[in-house]
């Protein structure tokens, strides 16, 4: 038996090509979302595994650096090395801000580290790591930044001597590399005037600038003014050692917060991007119902078009199912026509996206199946007009 | 007579029920033979698209009995449950327009009825172009309904109509859009096809032209119908 749809679909191919076109392009945005989703699954899943660390040490009752402003001493790393089953620990500082770089604002996240420390980028594609305490950074390949080139951050000028890539934040900003003590300034250290206005007030507190104690007064400034503050440390595990069970000492016996990675993913797939996954799970729900109900409109305009016909197969003895399936394939051949310029037009426009858009296999194949199952529901109102059809209306009279 | 490939006593139709009710088909009588062609004339209104219509299993009729292809169809009510079958294995149809299936090309259009019934493609379309050619039309085999002229189209339309060989074929005005030549050369058609296949073949028809071709007729009016000699000797 030949197929009819088939047939139909090559004598009509450009009406088919066109709304084809139009409920692809709807298609690709429904993966895009998809992969916008996945992109930030990923994003985060790629920041916790290139922070090289097992676990997170962050401020009491605070969901760390990632979720949560987190404020410790920067030499609480130091107690936390001398834990048994931690075999590397360093602090780092996590702050996201705009920096004006040729005329255009770049929002980064600015990273400080300790150089061969857990928190440095795991892996360059050009130039070299920090070599010096100051003044250099190593940046995204997403921020622009060139090799060679030098970027203002707060006060101080800093060229750019190597090149990551896929390091982003949890909200999808490139990370930018700098020296600890550097990105401690950056951080917390307060501008010129707020400096010298503080001095003033320190001066004019007689508890704090007593006459007959020496050396108070200067000690008390260079406490204002020190940056000794961190966002998180960094902890690696001994090999053979629980990660829980240390970081179980950490919160019983340094009163910190301590995450694994197992729970700092919980926090940054199911916390963070929650709301954006919902929205994302909303804007494909209202998708999908825009696809069947166009795919639906269409195969009834065309249905209608086409009574006549149907009238005379049904005159000649096509059997009602034989009609219902010419429908329902008509109906899925324009889902797989949008499918493919979908999933063309997703993955040609996925790279133009300021976020990273991570495309998977799987998530075609359910879209897929998706489009195939809406198409066939989208097909029930014209199959049931289509078997309404009177084969008497190809008589006459 | 032979066994009659259409036998039909006191058809009736009535449309609606009560006060509205219309008695479209008064007890129609009617036997043909198979290879025999008649034509059924009557002014408008008469009936004779609803006789065509319940001789077609398209609507059932009110009351009678009517045998198509040898095998009881209807005798107060429908006798055979597949009525889709019985049209498509026992009764071919000629439109006043072709009605070819526009996205099948004309071999196609003509093998799609024996493919319905089962029969392999390749077969089918041997069939197909085997009485394509026999009906002069097998050169446009390939082509597209809309590439073929009026009288073309008319002919690969009864090639649809015979393909599966029906003891029944119901022609409705299948030369209205015709001129004269060619509205006589359908008629010769459909006589040389009936003759050929044993096939017993109705021709609805207003068509002055053809109308002497009949050797018998069979004239509908007020829904019943009155048999008569024609004139004709086929074409």
Request: some cysteine; aromatic content about 6%.
């Amino acid at each position: 038996m030949i197929s009819l749809a088939g047939r139909d679909i090559l004598h009509h191919w450009a009406k088919y090509v066109f709304t084809g076109v139009g409920l692809g392009l709807l298609i690709g945005v429904t993966l895009s979302m998809a992969g916008i989703y996945r992109g930030m699954v990923d994003d985060a899943q790629v920041l916790l595994r290139s922070s090289g660390a097992d676990i997170w040490a962050v401020q009491q009752e605070t969901l760390g650096p990632y979720a949560e402003p987190s404020n410790m001493r920067d030499d609480a790393y130091r107690a936390i090395l001398g834990m048994p089953g931690v075999a590397e620990a360093s602090n780092v500082t996590y702050l996201t801000m705009q920096i004006r770089q040729g005329g255009r604002d770049v929002r980064v996240m600015a990273v400080g580290s300790e150089p061969g420390r857990p928190g440095e980028p795991p892996f360059l594609v050009a130039g070299r790591r920090i070599a010096r305490s100051h003044y250099e950074v190593v940046a995204d390949v997403r921020t622009g930044f060139r090799l060679g080139e030098r970027v203002r951050i707060r006060r101080h000028e800093y060229e750019v001597v190597g090149l990551t890539r896929r390091m982003v934040s949890s909200s999808g900003d490139p990370m930018v590399f700098l020296p600890l003590k550097d990105a401690q300034e950056a951080q917390f250290l307060k501008d010129n005037d707020a400096i010298v206005n503080e001095r003033a007030r320190t001066a004019a507190n007689p508890a704090l600038n007593r006459p007959g104690v020496p050396g108070l007064f200067d000690a008390i400034l260079a406490s204002q003014t020190a940056s000794r503050s961190v966002n998180a440390v960094l902890v690696r595990v001994a090999s053979g050692h629980d990660p829980e069970q240390v970081a179980e000492n950490i919160r019983r016996w340094k009163h910190l917060e301590a995450y694994t990675r197992a729970q700092m993913e919980e926090i940054l797939v199911s916390r963070l991007i929650e709301t954006s996954a919902r929205q994302i799970g909303t804007f494909l729900v209202i998708l999908a119902i825009v696809s069947a109900a166009i795919v639906s409109f269409i195969i009834y305009t065309m249905t209608l078009g086409k009574v006549r016909e149907l009238a005379v197969l049904k005159l000649i003895g096509t059997r009602n199912r034989t009609i219902a399936a010419m429908i329902l394939q008509q109906s899925l051949g324009l889902g797989l026509i949008g499918f493919v310029i979908g999933k063309t037009v997703a993955t040609l426009w996925a790279p133009y996206f300021p976020k990273y858009v991570l495309l998977l296999p799987g998530d075609a194949v359910r879209g897929l199946v998706a489009t195939m199952v809406v198409c066939a529901v989208a097909s029930l109102l014209a199959i049931r007009v289509a078997l309404k059809v009177d084969p008497a209306t190809a008589i006459g009279g | 007579m032979d066994v009659p490939a259409i036998e039909v006593r006191g058809l009736s139709k009535r449309y609606g029920e009560g006060d509205a009710a219309v008695d479209a088909l008064k007890g129609v009588d009617m036997r043909i033979a198979p290879g025999e062609v008649v034509g059924l004339i009557g002014p408008s209104g008469s009936g004779k698209s609803t006789l065509l219509k319940c001789l077609g299993a398209v609507i059932e009729p009110t009351g009678g009995y009517m045998v198509l292809g040898g095998r009881v169809a209807f005798d107060g009510g429908w006798k055979i449950r597949d009525l889709s079958g019985l049209r498509r294995d026992n009764i071919g149809f000629v439109f006043q327009a072709p009605y070819l299936i526009p996205f099948l090309d004309v071999t196609d259009n003509v093998a799609l009825l024996p493919m319905l019934a089962g029969k392999s493609n390749r077969e089918a379309r041997r069939q197909a172009v085997e009485l394509l050619e026999a009906l002069d039309v097998g050169h446009r085999a390939k082509a597209a309904p809309s590439e073929l002229s009026g009288g073309e189209q008319q002919r690969v339309a009864i090639a649809r109509a015979l393909v599966n060989r029906p003891p029944v074929v119901l022609a409705d005005e299948p030369t209205a859009p015709l001129d004269s030549e060619r509205a006589l050369n359908v008629v010769r058609i459909l006589n040389r096809m009936a003759e050929q296949y044993r096939t017993a073949i109705i021709v609805v028809t207003h068509d002055e032209k053809i109308i002497p071709t009949f050797r018998r007729l069979y004239r509908i009016r007020d829904g019943r119908t009155f048999e008569e000699a024609g004139e004709g000797r086929g074409t």
